[in-house]
């Protein structure tokens, strides 16, 4: 039994009253100015400053893969022929005469392309010093010793793979590389990153930022990830005082996460980087600053082309904090508790606390441990430790709870550690870190048993995205989220495929939901054809991203797993299981108290060798191997990692109804019965029927709990998923459309999610609130009742709901009774209703008592706007967020269901605009308007979404009004204070 008690670092430190002044936290996140360069939205590209352009030339290039990144001195970047034909070549002015003695060129990959290289002193007359052969290996120095200023590498394309370079490099006559140079008087540009730069020009803004959701959409960009601009390369630049009382300080930039490859410049100089977007990291700023001067940090992003199979996001997404230390503190990260036991009558509480010394002298200090609930101080100890200079030293501590108040999900219960570090009598450093006491059990046959009783996990998968606010890191955003799954009755979040934020984990902590915290989507092979995706980090990033990922993660009472990554090629390969191997053992360094897991999608990885590297066997969908899985894994516990994938459009319903998962595919949207789903994929029916005849699975993660940016399956691959229509008129005319839109389908963001982009519900939604919470009343009728054109046709209802009979009305005339189980376990049918306007009402019993009710009814026409806010008030803060649905409203107050109504919007006051959209997965309205005082969103299927923050500092009402043709006017106030 794994038993055990989580922490969690604060947001805010306390600082004690002591001359040391203890460390200081402090948010980073304003007064920046940002600049985008490379390449654009429309495929164009912007020079970056600072970077020598028109040194090298091509035959030909890849709008995503330019003649510049062969000599940009970054491996993860490449020039590629924009075909696979012979003779490609790519040319280097080295600006003036070289002596040189070879060159080496690091291809994409081993490819074994045929290739020679010339030399010029003049750039017309050419002499072949390397004569063409096949390329050996994925770098090869070839030597030569020719003064020349051109070099030229020409190289033969083939069908799998086009002439393509990395990096392209000169050597001279010591050996060494030599850089090209600008020709005598040519103007060298600064770069961002130094301090006299100019950046007037440059836009202002607040942290947290993704410069992608600011669009626009453009067809011409892949809907596999969102049709957004967010490849290419981002500057942000800040200019802070470092004050006197700094000095002797150890001073810290925080960055909670940045998209992607941060490279981070205090006064010009190198002061760190990171690789993976997802990730926190630290960076030390001390011995960059001036104290008592202006200080300048420079932060350069570049989002690769191919690295990502999903939206990412672009920028500096996450919070970055100014953290300031005595030389002598408490490490980052630096406290871990576990609780080796745990009854009613008390817990044991082990501490392990990490001090940095930076001095170059040793000391002897104390750590005082507390424990407090509340206010209260329940328990206390104090232990010692030498900390050698230079060097990092830890001290364990065990404390004792008595009657210790569990953290469980429905009532998580948290604790504070406060942490003082002491010399003598002088407070050196405090460090509070939040904290619950529980244990976990996962069980090869109980399931998940969390304080000794099971929980089946009814989960789902969430992407990172907040839909219309984009990557951005917003904590109402996610709390929001959180709290329209907990109405579901969804009780645990995957986190798909990377960490989440901090603030994520700490909702989860404090709103009591179980995680299971995800590492990566790629290891060391390449995955999906993504040749930037993580491969390309693996060797030199693995062990730096698991070692930040489980120090900053191991301490949240809400994590109840690691899972080391997703549908990972490794999966089928056994001479690769080293990989997820090393990745447990890791993990297993830093926290031995929760099980290591992985979401497969491979059968064979049950018995190929793969199984002995987890302690929990996460499936991914293959319903079929469930009964082979149980028999042979009856040695572990068992979960579905990924369930479902069904997909559908909120509000839209194609006719006739068919069971096939393949059909229902109509004219980019998914019709919302809830049958449909891509080959690998099944109805929700399905899955519940599959878990239930399986009970030792510990529960499900359904993909996904809200659509997210990107992926738009079935229509993910632009031209290729013209289908699935009924007839070949449809299919003619559906090409016809996509020929017109360049072969490019509309579609910009997913339809998996049982909730829409804006948190709507879906239909689906329903289906898993009966089965999630069967204590509380559900009855759902599907389709809506406003089909004016099918007069006399057949169109089938669907009824969800948690009651075991249910008898359907139409205008007061009972269409029969329907049992649970007969024929259908998860859903009630009538399958033969011929539409008439009207009333549509449903009466469900449960053990012959009445249950629930629920009736659709034949609207009018659109008549008003109805404006409702989620909070009415909202903090000044300039973070706080207030979600306002549009409604559109018949005369009697009814939601008027297929309406695409345009709508205006206004706001005044201490608030602006930062979102606004619809759950329309194919429009393509820029979701993050350039005026944040108006906007203009067409309401779909009878809704549309605006989202405020408020502005810092500022209160008072802010005033939101809607308008729309034929429908007047109506606002609403949001207090912000």
């Known amino acids: 039994m794994n038993k055990l008690l989580m922490t969690i670092t604060s947001g805010a430190l306390l600082c004690a009253a002591a001359s040391a002044e203890p460390t200081e936290r402090s948010s980073f996140d304003l007064d920046w100015k940002f600049a985008r360069f490379g390449k654009m939205a429309d495929g164009t590209r912007v ?9 090298v030339t091509a035959s030909s290039a890849e709008n995503h893969n330019p003649v510049d990144h062969a000599i940009d001195g970054d491996t993860n970047t490449r020039w590629c022929a ?12 080295m600006g003036r005469q070289v002596e040189m003695t070879g060159v080496r060129i690091v291809w994409e990959k081993d490819s074994g392309n045929p290739f020679k290289v010339d030399l010029s002193r003049d750039g017309k007359t050419w002499v072949e010093v390397v004569p063409k052969a096949e390329a050996k290996g994925a770098e090869q120095t070839v030597r030569f010793s020719t003064p020349a200023r051109y070099v030229r590498v020409v190289a033969d394309g083939k069908q799998a793979a086009w002439a393509s370079i990395r990096e392209l490099e000169v050597l001279g006559k010591d050996g060494n590389v030599v850089k090209p140079e600008p020709a005598t008087g040519d103007d060298v540009q600064l770069a961002p990153d130094a301090v006299a730069f100019d950046d007037s020009s440059w836009r202002e803004l607040n942290l947290p930022h993704d410069w992608a959701i600011e669009g626009p959409f453009h067809m011409d960009i892949e809907n596999e990830t969102g049709k957004l601009p967010w490849e290419g390369i981002g500057w942000y630049r800040k200019t802070f005082d470092v004050p006197a009382s700094m000095a002797g300080k150890k001073v810290y930039l925080d960055f909670d996460g940045a998209m992607a490859q941060p490279k981070v410049y205090i006064n010009g100089e190198f002061a760190g980087e990171w690789a993976y977007g997802y990730n926190s990291f630290r960076i030390d700023a001390t011995p960059h600053l001036k104290v008592g001067e202006k200080n300048t940090v420079a932060v350069r992003l570049q989002n690769l082309p191919a690295s990502t199979r999903w939206y990412p996001g672009a920028g500096i997404y996450r919070h970055v904090w100014l953290t300031v230390s005595p030389e002598v503190h408490i490490a980052h990260w630096g406290t871990y508790v576990t609780t080796p036991e745990i009854t009613d009558e008390a817990a044991t509480v082990a501490v392990e606390t990490t001090i940095d010394n930076t001095t170059e002298a040793s000391g002897t200090f104390e750590v005082r441990s507390e424990v407090l609930d509340g206010e209260q101080v329940v328990a206390t100890e104090v232990s010692s430790l030498d900390v050698p200079a230079g060097k990092t030293a830890m001290v364990p501590t065990s404390l004792t709870v008595k009657q210790p108040k569990r953290w469980d999900i429905e009532s998580p219960n948290l604790y504070t550690l406060r942490t003082t570090l002491l010399k003598g009598d002088e407070v050196i450093d405090v460090k509070d870190t939040t904290f619950g006491i529980r244990e976990i059990e996962w069980h090869n046959e109980k399931g998940f048993l969390l304080n000794g009783r099971k929980v089946v996990l009814k989960g789902v998968c969430l992407h990172h995205d907040l839909g219309p606010l984009g990557a951005a890191v917003h904590t109402r955003g996610m709390e929001r989220q959180i709290e329209i799954l907990q109405e579901m009755g969804c009780n645990s979040i995957r986190t798909a495929h990377n960490p989440p934020a901090p603030e994520f984990l700490e909702l989860c902590d404090r709103m009591g939901i179980l995680v299971i915290d995800e590492l990566f989507d790629i290891w060391k092979m390449q995955k999906y054809g993504k040749v930037n995706g993580y491969n390309i980090y693996w060797d030199e990033w693995n062990e ?5 990922f489980m120090l900053r993660d191991r301490n949240h009472p809400s ?12 999966l089928g390969t056994p001479s690769m299981h080293w990989v997820p191997a090393k990745l447990r053992d890791m993990i297993k360094s830093y926290d031995k108290t929760r099980p290591v897991t992985a979401g497969s999608n491979n059968p064979a990885a049950a018995t190929n ?9 996460g499936v991914n969908y293959h319903l079929g191997s469930y009964d082979a899985l149980t028999k042979n894994r009856q040695d572990m516990p068992l979960y579905a990692s990924e369930t479902s994938s069904t997909v559908s459009t909120r509000g839209e319903y194609f006719f006739p109804v068919d069971w096939n998962k393949s059909k229902g595919f109509y004219n980019f949207q998914v019709s919302s019965y809830d049958l449909y789903a891509p080959g690998w994929a099944n109805r929700p029916d399905l899955q519940f029927e599959a878990l239930d005849k399986y009970p030792r699975f510990a529960g499900e993660y359904v993909w996904t709990g809200f659509d997210y940016i990107g992926e738009p399956t079935p229509y993910n691959q632009d031209q290729s998923n013209a289908l699935n229509f009924r007839d070949e008129k449809e299919r003619k005319e559906a090409m016809e459309l996509l020929k017109k839109l360049g072969n490019r389908a509309p579609s910009r963001s997913s339809y998996f999610g049982i909730l829409d982009l804006c948190g709507f519900k879906k239909d689906r939604f329903y289906i898993y609130q009966a089965r999630w919470r069967p204590d509380y009343p559900v009855a759902h009728i599907l389709p809506h009742w406003n089909w004016e054109e099918r007069q006399g046709e057949v169109t089938p209802v669907h ?3 948690n009651g075991d009979e249910a008898e359907l009305f139409l205008n007061g005339k009972s269409l029969g009774k329907r049992k649970i189980g007969e024929p259908h376990h998860y859903r009630l049918t009538w399958d033969e209703v011929k539409y008439a306007p009207g009333k549509l009402e449903v009466v469900v019993t449960k053990d012959g008592k009445e249950w629930a009710k629920a009736v659709k009814e034949t609207t009018g026409e659109p008549a008003k706007l109805e404006l409702t806010a989620d909070r009415s008030t909202i903090a000044n803060d300039g973070r706080d967020l207030s979600y306002l649905t549009i409604r559109v409203l018949d005369a009697k107050g009814r939601e008027v269901p297929r309406t695409r109504l345009p709508v205006h919007v206004r706001i ?30 067409t309401a779909f299927n009878g809704l549309a979404q605006v989202i405020v923050r408020s502005k810092r500092g500022e209160s008072g009402a802010a005033t939101i009004e809607i308008a729309g043709e034929g429908v ?8 912000v204070k």
């Not at 020079?47 to 040194?55: C, D, I, K, N, Q």
């Not at 060798?609 to 066997?617: E, I, L, S």
């Not at 602006?912 to 108006?934: C, L, Y």
Request: no cysteine; glycine share 12%.
């Open 799 to 801: 009824v969800y709901t």
């Open 968 to 975: 007047g006017t109506t606002k609403v106030d949001v207090e």
């Open 544 to 548: 730096k991203d698991t070692r930040n």
């Open 82 to 93: 924009a075909s696979g034909l012979a003779n490609q070549w790519l040319q280097l002015d």
């Open 908 to 937: 005044s006051g201490p608030a602006e605009i930062v979102g606004i959209g619809n759950g329309d997965p194919t429009d393509h309205t820029v979701m993050k308007p350039v005026d944040p005082t108006k906007a203009r969103i």
């Open 559 to 570: 994590i109840i797993a690691w899972s080391t990554g997703n549908e990972i090629p490794e």
């Open 609 to 617: 060798g793969f199984q002995n590297t987890v302690d929990v066997y």
């Open 47 to 55: 020079p970056e400053p600072g970077v020598v352009t028109g040194m």
